[in-house]
């Protein structure tokens, strides 16, 4: 977390993207190649589901940071190695923090972006945003914004 001159918290995920999608595309690519050789199925038909599964995880948004001013909220992520960012007015915004129960134990935290009774993002403290970073942009949030 860092903060500026102009009274602004910025949180920046630890996870970067093209290592990101470097590390999956290795893993998919080397898992169907296994199975390429290992199996009788038609090499298109894998060939296909590969990129489908590629396809489905570039699509995904990958939040690379939050900033949090007095009057804006920016979200900046993105989605088919295009970065892109969402500007939400303080004003407009509704944040709902929320501690959620993982799969196989353990928690983490979701931050819930509202304008208008109407979700527009999720941060999730399992990609990449340490859960204190997250409660303490939102509770900086909470108290100037």
Sequence with gaps: MSINK???????????????LLKITLLIIGSFTILAF???LNQWLLLMLCVFILLTF????FTESISV???????TYA???ISNSITIPVSELKIEVIETAAFRGGKYLQVRFFTKNRLVYVVDSRDGFS????REATNWLKQNG
């Design 58 to 61: 570039l699509y995904q948004k």
């Design 38 to 40: 290992l199996s009788v």
């Design 79 to 81: 989605r088919f190695f």
């Design 6 to 20: 102009t009274n602004m918290k910025e949180v920046i995920n630890r996870k970067k993207y093209k290592a990101y």
């Design 131 to 134: 859960e204190d970073e997250l």
């Design 69 to 75: 001013t007095f009057n804006v909220v920016k979200i």
